[in-house]
């Protein structure tokens, strides 16, 4: 008796069942996989896609044969408008993300549900002042269940996970060492003649953090710790063009890496020009990208190979070395034509920016200093081992002359004890 009162009212106000029909979709079943079902020729559609909600909606809304037109409805707060459609078409649909059109979203214990729903505004045509359908809203709901995906692939979070936060705020351990002939070990002293190769290894310690790639971005070579002392001399440049191997030497990177987090290279070793302290500061900024990551002109380490004229990688394609005979390889940054005393502390402090997100730590690290004396027979060193061998042996004298001493102060003092203790005897004259 109920339903046939209900049916009644629905009947007497919308001018049919077609409208009760559509919101006894309860109206709207749906399952787990996306899929709405409901009555046969239901008037609206729903799938609940992994990011996605689509919705159908017939032209026929109501059941009467008076259709809908598209510009009638909009779907959520936003009032989302409908895909373009021909006359033709019987149907009219909606393809919104799930975080769109002011869709709501409520976490419960066992799913996550997003609302929203289907308005239908009516307008009058043209010049006439009537309308032949009601004002209708449906409520749209998808329920995700939180304990597995809704689909067979895999759900793509679209915020960054906290473990991945932690790990990339954590400080990375950056080291540059001079290394030995065989790269076996560090190198026990900064000494060095001219003509001799310099070995540096650049690490990152990455402890627990995702595996990751370092670079040399830029180094400059100067005869004090200090960043902007002035001569200077690059080295590496453009984000990893070792540019010190365009010169009479025979600097380079070298292949294959140990590990990604270890960059090797050498260079021929120098000293600065009417500079007498004969002493080198080498700084370098390295930073660290994720092993997965290729590759770019960003990120690079490019050696010059003076046989073929031409740049060479470490790793990644050739073209990335392209711009280390043009300077421009991207970013602002450290260029060896500007100089380095008018470089301001900050622009040594702040990395270049990067275009991505990824980079996680960079840091300026300073070895030295790196001590070049001439070669064996050099005028200089031979006036420090004369001035050495001077000093020793002035040294050995004085001891002999203490020993010397000493020895006789000893040997001398028992004889002088019998002295004292013999009766003394004066020779007397008789008188005759």
């Known amino acids: 008796m109920m339903l046939g009162y209900r049916l009644f009212i629905c009947f007497l106000l919308w001018g049919g069942t ?22 046969p ?19 026929n809304l109501f059941g009467t044969g008076k259709l809908v037109r598209p510009s009638d409805l909009t779907l959520g707060p936003q009032g989302c408008r409908p895909l373009p459609s021909e006359v033709s078409d ?26 929203t729903f289907l308005l239908h505004t009516p307008r009058p045509v043209g010049n006439l002042a009537i309308l032949r359908t009601n004002h209708a ?7 995700y269940p939180r304990q597995g995906n809704v689909s067979s692939l895999a759900v793509q979070p679209t915020w960054t996970p906290f473990r991945t936060t932690v790990l990339f705020e954590e400080k990375l351990a950056f080291s540059l060492r001079l ?76 292949t294959p890496r140990p ?15 009417n500079d007498s302290r004969n002493m080198v500061y080498i700084t370098c900024h390295l930073k660290v990208t994720s092993a997965e990551q290729a590759p770019d002109q960003l990120n690079k380490a490019c050696s010059f190979n003076k046989s073929a004229d031409s740049w060479f990688p470490v790793e990644g394609t050739k073209d990335i070395c392209d711009c280390c005979n043009t300077g421009d390889c991207g970013t602002p940054g450290l260029s060896r034509w500007t100089p380095l005393d008018q ?32 070669k064996a027979g050099d005028s200089n060193r031979g006036r420090w081992t004369s001035d050495a061998n001077d000093s020793m ?19 001398g003092l028992p004889r002088r004890q019998r002295d004292v203790s013999s009766p003394l005897v004066c020779p007397v004259s008789a008188s005759q």
């Open 18 to 39: 077609g409208l009760c029909y559509s919101h006894s979709l309860g109206l709207i079943q749906r399952d787990t996989q996306g899929l709405v079902s409901s009555k």
């Open 41 to 59: 020729t239901p008037p609206v559609l729903v799938k609940c896609l992994e990011a996605q909600l689509v919705v159908t909606v017939s032209k």
């Open 90 to 115: 019987d149907v009219i649909r909606f393809e919104v993300g799930l975080h769109e059109c002011g869709n709501r979203v409520q976490v419960t214990h066992d799913a996550l549900v997003y609302s």
């Open 137 to 143: 809203e449906v409520p749209i709901e998808c329920h």
């Open 179 to 254: 290394m030995e002939e065989d790269w076996s070990a560090e190198k026990t002293t900064p000494i060095f003649q001219l003509g001799d190769t310099a070995r540096l290894q650049a690490e990152v310690h990455t402890g627990s953090h995702v595996p990751l790639r370092l670079f040399v971005d830029h180094c400059v070579a100067t005869p004090m710790p200090a960043k902007t002392t002035s001569p200077h001399h690059a080295i590496i440049d453009f984000h990893g063009c070792l540019v010190d191997g365009l010169s009479d030497s025979a600097s380079e990177f070298r």
């Open 259 to 273: 590990r990604p987090d270890t960059l090797q290279f050498t260079v021929d070793v120098f000293h600065f020009a």
């Open 343 to 374: 470089l301001t502390v900050s622009q040594w402090q702040k990395p270049a920016p990067r275009r991505r997100r990824h980079v996680a730590e960079a840091a300026d690290i300073t070895v030295g200093p790196l001590i070049f004396l001439g």
């Open 393 to 411: 042996l002035l040294g050995l004298g004085l001891v002999g002359s203490m020993i010397l001493t000493l020895a006789m102060v000893i040997l």
